[in-house]
């Protein structure tokens, strides 16, 4: 065999090469877009099937683990939680978001909201476990959360959201005297840092209803109920982006008529 004729196999197989990759690349990229749709529509498990489809093609691709670590949390959510057995099943899945959520910061560390999906998830276990009960796993939220804040990546959007779980996490565990919670390791928590966080999350990205609603609330605690009432009229403005907006919206209206003399 000649050089020539080498030279050119050779040539000709890395042009296949990157030919078979541009078009797996091209079809993750579709089957993301797929992922994206389905979210919008609040349809989890499909979500979560077409994104398992781009993990079996490319299993190492950010976009991909992130979102499937979302789907996770997302069904999580809605699954049934009546009995032990229930519980177990749902506590399965956060943890299945949990693990993806580290595959994607291992994936890429500089990415914001790989750390941010790590402190959604970590802070649905909290919840579930009981925020007082496991306050390692609290202060691993606080942290990627201001971890993904400070990396300041993934845009307007996925900085608000972090902006509103710092906040949210704040609100939460200030409900608990001071004192009490110091001795856990979450003195740390303040219900005014919360106001400025969820503030800050309103301004990145002024149409999700979640933010003000967990901001009218933070603001009740400190009777300010002329602009909790503000906020909360504006949580019924806005448009339908997740699939708790509802839930919430109801809540303001509630919350709006306990309010209402005050």
């Given at each position: 065999?000649?050089?020539?004729?080498?030279?050119?196999?050779?040539?000709?197989?890395?042009?296949?090469?990157?030919?078979?990759?541009?078009?797996?690349?091209?079809?993750?990229?579709?089957?993301?877009?797929?992922?994206?749709?389905?979210?919008?529509?609040?349809?989890?498990?499909?979500?979560?099937?077409?994104?398992?489809?781009?993990?079996?093609?490319?299993?190492?691709?950010?976009?991909?683990?992130?979102?499937?670590?979302?789907?996770?949390?997302?069904?999580?959510?809605?699954?049934?939680?009546?009995?032990?057995?229930?519980?177990?099943?749902?506590?399965?899945?956060?943890?299945?978001?949990?693990?993806?959520?580290?595959?994607?910061?291992?994936?890429?560390?500089?990415?914001?909201?790989?750390?941010?999906?790590?402190?959604?998830?970590?802070?649905?276990?909290?919840?579930?476990?009981?925020?007082?009960?496991?306050?390692?796993?609290?202060?691993?939220?606080?942290?990627?959360?201001e971890k993904s804040i400070q990396?300041?990546?993934?845009?307007?959007?996925?900085?608000?959201?972090?902006?509103?779980?710092?906040?949210?996490?704040?609100?939460?565990?200030?409900?608990?005297?001071?004192?009490?919670?110091?001795?856990?390791?979450?003195?740390?928590?303040?219900?005014?840092?919360?106001?400025?966080?969820?503030?800050?999350?309103?301004?990145?990205?002024?149409?999700?209803?979640?933010?003000?609603?967990?901001?009218?609330?933070?603001?009740?605690?400190?009777?300010?109920?002329?602009?909790?009432?503000?906020?909360?009229?504006?949580?019924?403005?806005?448009?339908?982006?997740?699939?708790?907006?509802?839930?919430?919206?109801?809540?303001?209206?509630?919350?709006?008529?306990?309010?209402?003399?005050?």
């Open positions: 065999m000649n050089k020539h004729y080498s030279k050119t196999l050779l040539a000709i197989f890395l042009v296949s090469i990157i030919a078979t990759t541009n078009l797996l690349a091209q079809s993750v990229d579709k089957l993301i877009d797929e992922v994206d749709n389905y979210y919008k529509q609040f349809n989890n498990e499909k979500a979560l099937e077409v994104a398992k489809k781009a993990e079996k093609t490319d299993p190492d691709n950010f976009e991909v683990i992130w979102r499937i670590s979302r789907a996770y949390v997302d069904i999580a959510e809605k699954m049934p939680s009546s009995t032990s057995q229930q519980e177990d099943a749902q506590l399965a899945v956060y943890q299945k978001a949990l693990e993806y959520a580290d595959k994607a910061i291992k994936i890429n560390p500089s990415s914001s909201i790989g750390y941010l999906r790590r402190a959604i998830a970590n802070g649905k276990i909290a919840l579930f476990k009981g925020v007082f009960s496991v306050a390692g796993v609290v202060n691993s939220v606080r942290a990627d959360v990396l300041n990546t993934g845009g307007n959007f996925t900085q608000a959201v972090a902006h509103y779980v710092l906040g949210r996490t704040h609100a939460k565990i200030s409900e608990k005297w001071k004192p009490a919670r110091s001795v856990l390791g979450l003195g740390w928590a303040d219900n005014e840092i919360a106001i400025a966080e969820f503030k800050k999350a309103i301004a990145l990205y002024p149409t999700y209803v979640m933010f003000y609603v967990d901001y009218a609330n933070s603001l009740i605690r400190e009777d300010e109920y002329k602009i909790a009432r503000e906020m909360l009229n504006k949580a019924l403005q806005q448009p339908i982006q997740h699939q708790d907006d509802e839930k919430r919206m109801a809540e303001a209206k509630k919350t709006l008529n306990d309010i209402k003399d005050e």
